[in-house]
């Protein structure tokens, strides 16, 4: 127990070190669902809840003043605790959203002003040119706003762990039944989040002849991808080859011009 404990707190750790690696997608419940399931000897397990939270939460992206719901402590708590208590991914939907609800409100409360202060911080480092202070605030700041993730995180999976299995254990049949159908209307839900983000005129028949390809010519979803990538290269160099026809058109126009 205690081990695992510290394992999810050192995968709590690199989820919150992205600021430091760039945009490199470790948060996402993909990659944090199947670290989860590794740490628990469940590879296969981790990915399947994993890639489940994933539909739930792909339309989740932070634009603008948009704060999404905290993908990392729902991702990984109810991932954990669904294993643990021997369930399927439709267990770690329904504990992952709403534990990723709390946490945004959490990270909002504490993990904002800390980072605020940090912020001031190194404004004034800046101002008095030291880099050394800069650096130290700036690392200091980034993993001291989100304390409330690396505390809540360890603490809520070692001291509640056996309570939420015990409660998942008792829950009547007819609430099982209700959770698994929600469990596979929410990623649909993510899904049509994601679509109602991107999509338009241009995109969306090629949403439709990907769906139809896979539904009544029974090709595989491998199939639809390669085709396409073929064809988006295929646009890809047909778009710049107009663009050089048109680029030497306006040359040849502009040398007419000079005689």
């Known amino acids: ?16 070190s992205e600021f430091l690696l760039g945009t490199s997608l ?14 628990f000897g469940q590879l296969e397990t981790g990915i399947i809840m994993g890639a489940t939270l994933e539909l739930a939460f792909i339309g989740a992206v932070s634009i603008g003043a948009y704060i999404p719901p905290d993908m990392i402590s729902g991702t990984i708590l109810g991932t954990a605790l669904a294993i643990k208590a021997g369930t399927g991914p439709e267990t ?17 409360v504490l ?23 800069f650096n130290l605030h700036y690392f200091g700041g980034g993993y001291a706003a989100f304390l409330p993730r690396l ?11 056996d309570a939420v299995v015990s409660l998942l254990s008792n829950i009547p049949e007819w609430l099982q ?19 109602q983000m991107i999509m338009d005129k241009k995109i969306a028949p090629f949403f439709f002849i990907g769906f139809f390809a896979i539904k009544y010519l029974n090709l595989t979803t491998t199939a639809v991808a390669i085709f396409t990538l073929a ?11 107009q663009g050089e026809h048109s680029a030497l058109d306006t040359q040849k126009g502009a040398d007419f011009d000079e005689f």
């Open 92 to 108: 770690a939907l329904a504990l992952g959203l709403p534990i990723s609800t709390v946490m945004l409100a959490l990270n909002s």
């Open 177 to 195: 039944t209700g959770i698994s159908i929600s469990g596979g209307i929410i990623p649909a839900l993510g899904l049509a989040m994601l679509a």
């Open 151 to 161: 505390i809540v995180i360890p603490c809520a999976y070692y001291f509640g762990s």
């Open 111 to 133: 993990g904002s002003p800390i980072m605020l202060a940090f912020t001031h911080l190194m404004d004034k480092d800046i101002e008095n040119g030291d880099i050394r202070k």
């Open 1 to 16: 127990m205690i081990i695992q404990t510290l394992l999810i707190f050192l995968i709590t750790f690199l989820a919150c």
């Open 231 to 241: 064809y988006v290269i295929l646009l890809f160099f047909k778009e710049k080859e």
């Open 26 to 39: 470790i948060q996402r419940p993909i990659v944090l669902g199947t670290l989860v399931g590794l740490i």
